[in-house]
């Protein structure tokens, strides 16, 4: 039996891991003719390559696809984690602009949230970090109005629904009094929307200060709101793995759980 899927990636993707746009203004500037593909124009993305093309944008050869990238950055509050914002608010690449190449981030954390962000020039590392199956804890300190018990907390280890949503069980430990606030640290597998949040108020908690200090092994540390800093190569290999220089980081496997004897 014939396969008859082209080889190679779609050009758009291609131009993206090279640095020339984001995936979608890839497509904006072939559907706008400044894209050549073995000397001819192209204009629809419909058209998958491989490194025998050769391909041109604006007239110069594509250069090679950048080596992967990885930074620590601490997003202060009042920021959007989005490449635009429908309401004309600051986003975090705006902050960014000139200072870091193109980038996107590996999560979100919303406009009223500080802390950790990660970002990537690799868009198959993001979608990567951001799978589910990848399993990394997410760590935050939560600061919460009111005095909360154990017995407040619990049904948040157990797993909550909101909104007829269902939250995975979290990790909550209960840090300091503090006035009339309380700081918590919450540790979560998945990140959907609005979570932390959402949840605390399923407990009768109000959050009025959320800060994530950890993404799986990388941590905020001492980065000041707005400081980022490049996660070394060493460091990348180390928790992703890479095979070569030149090639995409994976994951490592976790190890399978040990069988319990009878």
Known sequence: MSNDTPKGDRIAKVLARAGVASRRGSEAMI??????????????????????DEI???GKP???????????????LDLVTSESD??????????????????????????NS????????DGALKRQLELPSTGWLRKYRVRVNGTPEDHTLEPLRRGV????????????EFDRQQGANAWLTVGLREGKNREIRRAMG???LKVNRLIRIS????????????????????????????????????????PAPKRRRN
């Open 31 to 52: 559907e706008a003719g400044r894209v050549t593909v073995n000397g001819k124009q192209i204009l629809s993305p419909a058209l998958n390559v491989t490194s025998d």
């Open 56 to 58: 041109v944008v604006d």
């Open 62 to 76: 594509l250069a090679e696809p950048e080596p992967t990238r990885l930074w620590r950055y601490h997003k202060p």
């Open 86 to 111: 429908e309401k004309g608010r600051e986003t975090v690449f705006d902050s960014l602009r000139g200072k870091l190449p193109r980038v996107v981030s590996v999560g979100r954390l919303d406009i």
């Open 114 to 121: 500080e802390g950790l962000l990660l970002l990537t020039n």
């Open 161 to 172: 629904i909101s909104e007829g949503e269902k939250f995975q069980p979290m990790e909550v």
């Open 202 to 204: 399923e407990v009768g």
């Open 215 to 254: 993404y799986g092994p990388f941590r905020l540390n001492d980065l000041r709101p707005g400081e980022f800093e490049e996660v070394k190569g060493r460091v990348l290999r180390e928790q992703l793995g890479t095979r070569k220089d030149n090639e995409k980081p994976m994951l490592k496997k976790k």
